[in-house]
């Protein structure tokens, strides 16, 4: 084994050191900094996760208890005995279960509708030049500028003139208001999924055309596939924000005498919770408030790992 040998040192100069400072040292210097900041980030995310996730448990075990449990104890988690009771009467006499049927059929439509329109726009502006293109983008773009609230005015009036003419594209109409849902998320979706299109590998689409391939052939048997992370991580959030959408529904879907309710689930939770208030029956209010949680609860858990590969992999690519 060789030995490291140094030039002998000048008149006034200090002997050469055999173990000089590497980056080792540096990063002891640094570990205590580190330390401290971890441990501040994992006291941040545990106080974080505290605030989220106690809220969601109290309203679940409140659907659990009596009405004089939830005024006697209201901030406690565990009630005396588990009444599940009232999630049956919630369904029924709440009418729940009929709000839930509406906003699934609703929601069915809509997202299919945005998810096949939006891409399709997307795959377009994405992977066409044309005189155009930029414009046409930008202006689903300014559709994100747009507060729903400003189109309230004009959206009801040109609903209701429609209606004259057209009675399903009318006011309580379900296929008006799954109409009104694609528009609404139809600027996102385009936004989202044109950066995920230019993503994808030319030489792939070149050979598709190449064998034969036509343009509606390549799209839907080559490039929609391989969009699939983006099409679940888009579809989710167009699930998770038609379902919770209140204003649009409110302004649209107006009660209706001599008609039965066609309300969504968000409509049916004022409603119940106007009434079950009147009743003192609070523990009915928590269960339907449950029971239209955790729907999109389950459909996030189970489609966490799909929403995070879809929205980074136009980074990775």
């Not at 208890?65 to 009630?79: G, N, Y």
């Amino acid at each position: 084994m060789s030995t490291v040998t140094h030039p002998p040192a000048g008149p006034g100069q200090a002997p050469p050191s055999d173990r000089t400072p590497g980056p080792r040292a540096a990063v002891d210097g640094g570990g205590a900094g580190a330390k401290i900041f971890n441990g501040f980030s994992h006291l941040f995310l545990a106080v974080w996760a505290i605030m989220v996730v106690y809220p969601l448990l109290w309203v679940v075990m409140s659907a659990l208890k009596t009405d004089s449990e939830v005024i006697r104890k209201p901030l406690s988690l565990f009630p005396e005995t588990l009444q599940w009771d009232n999630f049956a009467r919630a369904w029924t006499e709440g009418q729940i279960g009929s709000f839930f049927l509406n906003t699934v059929l609703v929601l069915t439509g809509s997202v299919f509708l945005t998810m096949l329109l939006g891409s399709m726009a997307a795959y377009v502006l994405a992977r066409y030049e044309f005189p155009g293109n930029r414009l046409i983008y930008y202006m689903f773009l300014s559709g994100l500028t747009l507060p729903v609230y400003l189109a309230a005015v004009p959206l009801f009036k040109g609903v209701y003139n429609m209606g004259v003419t057209l009675p399903f594209l009318g006011p309580n109409s379900y296929f008006m208001l799954i109409l009104v849902y694609v528009a609404w998320s139809l600027a996102f979706t385009v936004f989202f999924m044109h950066s995920f299109f230019r993503t994808l590998p030319d030489a792939i689409a070149e050979a598709a055309m190449v064998d034969g391939a036509s343009h509606s052939r390549l799209f839907f048997s080559v490039m929609l596939p391989m969009a699939k992370p983006g099409l679940i991580s888009i579809g989710i959030f167009n699930v998770l924000g038609q379902w919770n959408q209140w204003y649009l529904p409110t302004l649209l879907m107006q009660s209706v005498a001599d008609e039965p309710k066609k309300q969504v689930i968000s409509q049916g939770l004022i409603e119940l919770s106007v009434n079950q208030g009147y009743r003192s029956d609070w523990s009915g209010l928590f269960a339907g408030v449950t029971m239209a949680m955790l729907p999109v609860l389950i459909v996030y858990i189970v489609f966490q790992r799909q929403v995070q590969s879809g929205l980074t992999a136009g980074v990775s690519k």
